[in-house]
C-alpha cells in the first residue's frame, strides 16, 4: 500500500497523458488523479478524473482534500505559439495557477510539487551551445517569461516556505500518444505523421535550425526519477537543465529518409521561426547527472525508429 496520493493538473496534455500512465503503474491507479478543463465525458481517462479550472484555487483545493492529496504535478499551462496569440491570458494562467498550488503547498496541504519549466526561459543573449544550469536569460515570449518568473517563485517557496517543489526544463518533447499541444517544436512531431501519410513534410521552420529534443519516454523517466530522489539531492529548486539529443529539421529527415527511402522535406518558415531562434542548439545537464543521476535511454535514431513503428500502427 502507498501513502501517496497524486493530483495531475492539465492532465490530459502532451506530458500528463503519458505522466499519469507512468505514475499509475508507480502507485496504483486509484491514487493518481487526473484532472483538465474537460468534461469527464470527453477525458477518456482509466481512474479517477476530476475537472478542475487551474485559476480557481478553490476547485484545486476541494479535490486535493477529497482524495487526500500529498503531491501535485502541475503541468496546466499556454504554450510557447499558443501563448503569443493571447499574451495576457497566457501570463494570467501560467502565473496564477502556479501560485495558487505553492500557496496551497505553503499551507502544508501537499508535501511535493512538481512543475515544469522550458528552454523557452532563455533568449537571444543566451549561449546557443552547451546553454549551462546558470547563464543569462532574456526570453522574449510571454511563455518564456511566465516560465523564467516562475522558476524563481518556486525557489523563493522553497527558500522561505520550505515548500519541496521540483522543476525540469524541458526541452522540445517528441511523442507518439498525444498530439501536440500548440509549441515551437512541433514540427518534430508532424513530420512522421506526414512521412508516413504523404512521404514527404513543409516545415515551418529553416532547415538548420537546431533545438535541443527529448523523447517522451526519457522525458517521463527523468519527470518521475526528480521526484523520487530524496531531498537532499535535488540541489536547484529553480528548475534543472535537461537534454536528450539535438538536431535540425534537415537532420531529423535525413534520419527518416533512412527507414522511409524518397522521402522528402521543404520548408516554409512562420512566426515559430523567431522564437525557435531565440533558443538554444544544445543543452548542458551535467548538474542533474550529478545530483539525481539523469541518464536518457533513447539516440536519436532509436527515438526515430520507435517514432516510425509506433505512428504506422495508430495510422
Not at 481512474?47 to 485559476?55: F, R
Not at 535535488?234 to 535537461?242: C, E, F, M, T
Not at 548542458?284 to 535514431?301: G, H, I, T
Request: glycine letters at 6%; a negative charge.
Amino acid at each position: 500500500m502507498t501513502d501517496t496520493n497524486v493530483l495531475i493538473l492539465g492532465g490530459c496534455g502532451q506530458v500528463g497523458t503519458e505522466l499519469a500512465t507512468g505514475l499509475k503503474e508507480l502507485y496504483g491507479n486509484d491514487h493518481v488523479v487526473v484532472s483538465d478543463i474537460k468534461p469527464a465525458a470527453e477525458a477518456n481517462v482509466n481512474g479517477p478524473y476530476e475537472t478542475i479550472n487551474v485559476m480557481d484555487k478553490d476547485a484545486i483545493f476541494e479535490v486535493i482534500k477529497k482524495y487526500k492529496i500529498t503531491q501535485v504535478y502541475h503541468l496546466a499551462a499556454l504554450l510557447s505559439a499558443t501563448a503569443e496569440q493571447n499574451p495576457m491570458f497566457g501570463w494570467q494562467l501560467n502565473m496564477d495557477s502556479l501560485l495558487h498550488v505553492l500557496n496551497i503547498a505553503k499551507e502544508n496541504h501537499i508535501s511535493k510539487v512538481y512543475w515544469p519549466s522550458s528552454i523557452a526561459v532563455f533568449g537571444p543573449g543566451t549561449p546557443k551551445k552547451n546553454t549551462p544550469q546558470d547563464t543569462i536569460m532574456d526570453p522574449n515570449t510571454v511563455y518564456g517569461i511566465s516560465k523564467l518568473a516562475g522558476e524563481r517563485w518556486c525557489e523563493y517557496y522553497h527558500e522561505k516556505y520550505g515548500v519541496d517543489v521540483r522543476s525540469i526544463r524541458y526541452p522540445g518533447l517528441i511523442s507518439y500518444k498525444a498530439e501536440p499541444g500548440g509549441g515551437t517544436t512541433d514540427y518534430a512531431i508532424h513530420i512522421f505523421y506526414e512521412a508516413l501519410k504523404h512521404n514527404s513534410y513543409e516545415c515551418f521552420l529553416t532547415a538548420d535550425t537546431m533545438l535541443p529534443m527529448l523523447y517522451m519516454p526519457d522525458a517521463i523517466k527523468a519527470t518521475i526519477e526528480l521526484m523520487e530522489a530524496p531531498a537532499e539531492k535535488v540541489k536547484i529548486r529553480s528548475s534543472y537543465n535537461l537534454a536528450g539529443f539535438s538536431f535540425d529539421p534537415a537532420g531529423l529527415a535525413k534520419e527518416i529518409e533512412k527507414q522511409l527511402p524518397g522521402f522528402t522535406i521543404s520548408y516554409k518558415p512562420d512566426f515559430r521561426q523567431a522564437i525557435a531562434e531565440s533558443w538554444p542548439g544544445s543543452i548542458d545537464d551535467s548538474r542533474a547527472r550529478n545530483d539525481w543521476q539523469w541518464k536518457p535511454d533513447f539516440s536519436l535514431e532509436q527515438m526515430v525508429h520507435d517514432m516510425l513503428l509506433n505512428i504506422k500502427k495508430k495510422l
